[in-house]
């Protein structure tokens, strides 16, 4: 394994540590009395507390050292002095194990009691501490200059979002976004469980990807020997249990769709979806705004929240647009009764890029995504879609060809769907067939299957409902102020990492590294002699290391010089 400086120095205080006794990973519980946050909180004069979190910063100077302690709540000041610590003779664990082997990052437990510095620092003067955890990496300092310019800020967004633990443990505001993103899930909890609607789980692994337009990932089940997908929706699950008899029902689902990735999209998604019997879309446009409006104050304290150079207003009504009315404003083109020739012409007419497995419902989304979405800033609900959009939507009760849908669009994006559900399983059929057959003219994210056993379900008859999808990950972008959904993810999907080939090294190689291990440029000539290897060995030796990027030589003036990489 290649190995910077660092990592060799802390491994081998590692070893000092276990050649002393001391455990460097102890199993034993180490049971804290207190958090950063509520001694600050409940701060009194020589109070004795018991706290435990990384080791941030230290200012030795001597027998008596300054530094910062870390947890999950916060950064308080900790005042280490040597004969605090070590009242008898026995100096060892200040002089050697606290300043000189442990390292920023280190994991430790401490014991004192509380008092204030001249300066007014409230402040834990250490009586004890004992080490949890050696880090073997050094985390990423950012250092401030004399000018006030961050250096060395762990701020590469790659990085980041591979590295989440560094990033949380260094970046401490980013463990803010997702605080705000389990409130977010509280809150819509709170909100749904007190209109008496019930929580459910239904399949991941599904045999028919249903209940969306979007293309599945596909698996295999070895011992059915039969091929599966992650979901793409959980819909219609959820709407037999509406069959069943539950006359509400939601679920926070994990989603699957093996699609384009973005800032806007990443293929494994959080939505939430809720069923409730007895309802059309318009009563859930009015439980929609509410519920956002609920949950926008839980997470931020207000009903407004900052995207970007915009101001949002999630406090209820919203506006209520016709997705019609929407393409005339602002594209001059009536869609009502057009075929599909004279949209796939308009839509080329404008720039839109088309092609001939698009259907009108296609068509129609093309246009409007490209020439309206964007206008609509404020939450907008956009209503009554066109039925070739909408294959498991109710037909409008009074205008032909379109169906009671909506989408509320916030920021130029759609961040929830909603329909009057289609419970008439013959139009449900027919509406299948038709997607299918899109699906055979090439249109890969139509539903290429006909769901035999959900329509059997309807058959048994499914009362009039309306069902909400909101998507999760999208709702926290807009109330965090983050316009990347990676920032809102943990831990997104990425691109494999670019690894350095692995360099196997030899007696020879490591014999060349301990020569080098001060970090000093050493004349090439002193190394090789101090190896006391053979010309053979030390070309090859040295050879690895250079490729390996391990050491590096260069000529400065008329001298040769090697050092550690």
């Excluded at 057009?338 to 259907?359: C, H, R, W």
Aim: net charge negative; with cysteine.
């Amino acid at each position: 394994m290649q190995l910077s400086e660092q990592e060799i120095i802390r491994r081998e205080k590692l070893n000092k540590l276990v050649e002393m006794g001391i455990n460097a990973f102890p199993a034993e519980e180490y049971t804290i009395t207190d958090t950063t946050e509520s001694i600050k909180q409940n701060f009194a004069e020589s109070k004795q507390v018991k706290i435990a979190g990384r080791l941030m910063s230290r200012r030795i100077q001597g027998k008596a050292s300054f530094a910062e302690l870390q947890d999950s709540t916060g950064r308080i000041q900790v005042y280490f002095n040597r004969d605090e610590i070590c009242t008898g003779e026995d100096k060892t664990l200040y002089n050697e194990v606290y300043k000189h082997l442990l390292d920023i990052g280190d994991i430790i437990g401490i014991e004192g009691e509380l008092f204030t510095t001249q300066v007014g620092e409230k402040t834990v003067l250490v009586k004890n501490f004992t080490l949890l955890t050696k880090t073997l990496r050094p985390l990423p300092q950012a250092k401030t200059d004399e000018n006030g310019v961050v250096h060395d800020a762990f701020n590469d967004a790659e990085l980041r979002y591979r590295q989440r633990y560094v990033d949380l443990t260094v970046n401490p505001h980013v463990k803010e976004i997702f605080v705000k993103r389990t409130k977010l899930f509280n809150a819509m909890r709170t909100f749904f469980n007190e209109a008496g609607y019930f929580e459910v789980e239904t399949p991941i692994l599904q045999s028919i990807p249903g209940g969306a337009a979007a293309r599945p990932f596909m698996t295999h089940h070895n011992a059915l020997d039969i091929p599966l997908y992650l979901r793409i929706a959980n819909e219609l699950y959820l709407k037999k249990l509406i069959v069943g008899g539950f006359d509400g029902v939601y679920e926070f689902s994990k989603n699957f769709r093996n699609e384009g990735m973005d800032r806007t999209h990443n293929p494994e998604f959080t939505a939430m979806e809720i069923y409730v019997a007895y309802k059309d879309y318009n009563w859930m446009m009015d439980f929609t705004e509410k519920l956002l409006e609920f949950c926008a104050t839980s997470v931020n304290g207000a009903s407004e929240s900052t995207f970007g150079e915009h101001t949002i207003s999630w406090k209820a009504p919203y506006p209520r647009v016709s997705m019609t009315e929407a393409i005339i404003k602002y594209t001059g083109f009536d869609i009502t009764g057009k075929s599909e020739q004279e949209l796939f012409d308009f839509a080329k007419s404008i720039g839109i890029e088309v092609n001939e497995t698009m259907g009108k419902g296609k068509l129609i989304d093309e246009i409007f995504g490209e020439k309206c979405e964007g206008n609509f800033i404020q939450p907008t609900f956009i209503t009554d879609y066109p039925i070739e959009m909408s294959p498991l939507t109710k037909k409008h009760r009074s205008k032909e060809g379109l169906t009671e849908r909506f989408e509320l669009m916030v920021c130029g994006k759609e961040i929830a769907n909603a329909y009057s559900e289609l419970n008439d399983p013959i139009d449900q059929r027919e509406r299948f067939e038709e997607q299918l057959k899109l699906s055979e003219k090439g249109d890969d994210e139509a539903t290429g299957f006909i769901d035999e056993d959900f329509l059997r379900a309807l058959e048994y008859g499914m009362p009039p409902t309306s069902g909400l999808g909101i998507g999760m990950d999208r709702l926290i972008m807009f109330l965090t102020n983050n316009p990347s959904i990676q920032e809102v993810l943990f831990f997104p999907q990425m691109k494999p990492e670019k690894t350095t080939p692995q360099i196997e090294l030899g007696e020879d190689e490591h014999l060349i590294l301990d020569i080098l291990k001060s970090g000093e440029q050493i004349a090439l000539a002193e190394v090789k002699t101090l190896s006391k290897l053979s010309g053979k060995k030390w070309d090859k030796a040295s050879k690895t290391l250079t490729k390996g990027n391990l050491v590096k030589v260069e000529k400065i003036d008329d001298n040769v010089l090697m050092k550690l990489v």
